[in-house]
């Protein structure tokens, strides 16, 4: 008996293994599936030669799917704002082009280093070029997600912090700083990132 299937979540062919009470095992753990449909694009799954960028644009996408603002004042948009230089390339905008997030479309609105014009902005990747702790103090008590991926994003106050790992892309939470902001991010994501900080 033929016990391997085509997957759509892996992209390929998914192995099962027959347990010894006759169970059919999968050895694709919980955890792979939720990051592999957290890490879809247009569709089309992101596999290993998948480009960096393209990833961290997926995973940007999703933090905007995944995340929820205080209701104050309904935007017409979601917008994500890019802090210093641009790493994305043209991932970022592939990523959201047509795309939304809580029933609205999805923006990308590029800022340079200094400029402190945040209105709007739902939320603000940090380059790797920018003063981190400076854009920071400037959002303070503002309901705004921050990403970043420079080395300790996350330990030094920001929000999520992408992270290169044995050649993938994994993120890490700061809870306490997403609460300070008033966001709720999605029990999902808490499951398949790294939290770091405390807890609440």
Not at 19 to 35: N, Y
Not at 59 to 77: Q, R, V
Not at 101 to 113: D, F, T, Y
Not at 120 to 139: D, K, M, N, P, T
């Amino acid at each position: 008996m033929d016990q391997s299937s085509d997957s759509p979540v892996s992209g390929g062919r998914r192995v099962l293994s027959l347990a010894k009470d006759g169970k059919i095992l999968c050895q694709m753990t919980v955890r792979a599936i939720v990051l592999s449909v957290l890490a879809i694009v247009c569709c089309e799954m992101l596999t290993a030669s998948t480009p960096e960028y393209a990833v961290k644009a997926a995973y940007l996408y999703n933090f905007a799917k995944f995340t929820e603002w205080p209701n104050i004042e309904p935007p017409g948009s979601l917008t994500v704002c890019i802090y210093g230089k641009d790493p994305f390339g043209g991932f970022l905008d592939e990523a959201v082009r047509g795309k939304q997030a809580h029933g609205l479309p999805v923006l990308i609105r590029r800022l340079r280093s200094g400029d402190e014009s945040l209105d709007g902005c739902q939320i603000l990747f940090v380059s790797s070029s920018a003063r981190i702790e400076s854009i920071l103090s400037l959002l303070q008590g503002r309901s705004i997600l921050t990403v970043g991926e420079s080395i300790g994003f996350s330990e030094r106050g920001g929000m999520i912090g992408l992270v290169m790992d044995h050649g993938g892309v994994r993120f890490d939470i700061n809870l306490a700083a997403v609460a300070a902001a008033r966001l709720q991010v999605s029990s999902r994501l808490i499951e398949i990132g790294r939290v770091v900080g405390p807890k609440k």
